[in-house]
T-cell receptor
Framework: SQQGEEDPQALSIQEGENATMNCSYKTSINNLQWYRQNSGRGLVHLILIRSNEREKHSGRLRVTLDTSKKSSSLLITASRAADTASYFCATALSGGYQKVTFGTGTKLQVIP | DAGVIQSPRHEVTEMGQEVTLRCKPISGHNSLFWYRQTMMRGLELLIYFNNNVPIDDSGMPEDRFSAKMPNASFSTLKIQPSEPRDSAVYFC???????????????FGPGTRLLVL
């Protein structure tokens, strides 16, 4: 099964609200990445957090990582209609080459 | 930079026909990935090349699928013969190689939407 599982599967919020998405994984990781996919497009990298980091910020994005719980969260603050997309977590496993495994994704809809 | 280029963007074919998908990675990137995305199975890694050499093809579904990377600027994914269950969006992604090894961002192409009738 997928290494990463996002929760919720779908999320609908009003513009200006914050959106939180969670990702759980099963085995030890080297790093975890979040990607965004707009409808009909390829994935775009948002942020990477290493296994020895607990929190990272990039603009309106905040990512946390809890390796003891094998989980990560992505927070988008002050959401905009343009944030409407699917969001995927991707885990790079410890050891071996840089194979990343993508989760199932959270579909976010931001209503203007 | 133009980013990762994939062609064709859309492909409609009949069952049994050969399908060839093409990818041009970002110049200077040493790693190339082929993924397949469907509603049922999500995003699956099919094959990974590093410096034009296939490193992991464990995700290739069956012998009908084959991939090549004859040089650093071109890769193909071929399905022969194609079947309706191969209908999906196929993405190519590339990433640079850094000294850290396993922390490279993957840059995705726009994908090829394949429909096998």
């Amino acid at each position: 099964s997928q290494q990463g599982e996002e929760d919720p599967q779908a999320l609908s919020i009003q513009e200006g609200e914050n959106a939180t998405m969670n990702c759980s994984y099963k085995t030890s990781i080297n790093n975890l990445q979040w990607y965004r996919q707009n409808s009909g497009r390829g994935l775009v990298h948002l942020i990477l957090i290493r296994s020895n980091e607990r929190e990272k910020h990039s603009g309106r994005l905040r990512v946390t990582l809890d390796t003891s719980k094998k989980s990560s969260s992505l927070l988008i603050t002050a959401s905009r209609a343009a944030d409407t997309a699917s969001y995927f977590c991707a885990t790079a496993l410890s050891g071996g080459y840089q194979k990343v495994t993508f989760g199932t994704g959270t579909k976010l809809q931001v209503i203007p | 930079d133009a980013g990762v280029i994939q062609s064709p963007r859309h492909e409609v074919t009949e069952m049994g026909q050969e399908v060839t998908l093409r990818c041009k990675p970002i110049s200077g990137h040493n790693s190339l990935f082929w993924y397949r995305q469907t509603m049922m199975r999500g995003l699956e890694l099919l094959i990974y090349f590093n410096n034009n050499v296939p490193i992991d093809d464990s995700g290739m579904p069956e012998d009908r699928f084959s991939a090549k990377m004859p040089n650093a600027s071109f890769s193909t994914l071929k399905i022969q013969p194609s079947e309706p269950r191969d209908s999906a969006v196929y993405f190519c992604a590339s990433s640079p190689t850094s000294g850290r090894g396993r922390e490279e961002t993957q840059y995705f192409g726009p994908g090829t939407r394949l429909l096998v009738l």
